[in-house]
């Protein structure tokens, strides 16, 4: 099984920057993309960010400000996020895919609470 801590979020003021990471446990198991998806209240969870064998994409609404990265040796993924905006306000949920002893795995965090609020 593999097992997706999240750290990183917060409250921050419009205008202001976090950094989520999320590191990715287990034994066994290959990653092919790390990526990161939100959920506000009320709304369906949606893509952020992914990274797949160094292949960037992002949703319209974060490009220019979001940035995620990976740490291979870590088997971490981090998303900095910049020039936040009271609609980047929501759960922020990293998601990882691979492949373990053979089969395809799809893995998610428990999810870190990003506010951004004056």
């Known amino acids: 099984q593999v097992q997706l801590v999240e750290s990183g979020g917060g409250l921050v003021q419009p205008g202001g920057s976090l950094r989520l990471s999320c590191a990715a446990s287990?034994?066994?198991?290959?990653?092919?993309?790390m990526g990161w998806f939100r959920q506000a209240a009320g709304k369906q969870r949606e893509l952020v960010a992914t990274?797949?064998?160094?292949?960037?994409n992002y949703a319209n609404s974060v490009k220019g400000r979001f940035t995620i990265s990976r740490d291979n040796a870590k088997n971490t993924v981090y998303l900095q996020m910049n020039s936040l905006k009271p609609e980047d306000t929501a759960v922020y949920y990293c998601?990882?895919?691979?492949?373990?002893?053979?089969?395809?795995?799809?893995?998610w965090g428990q999810g870190t609470q990003v506010t951004v609020s004056s």
């Open positions: 998601n990882v895919q691979g492949r373990r002893f053979g089969a395809l795995y799809n893995a």
């Open positions: 287990g034994s066994f198991f290959s990653i092919d993309t």
């Open positions: 990274l797949t064998s160094g292949i960037t």
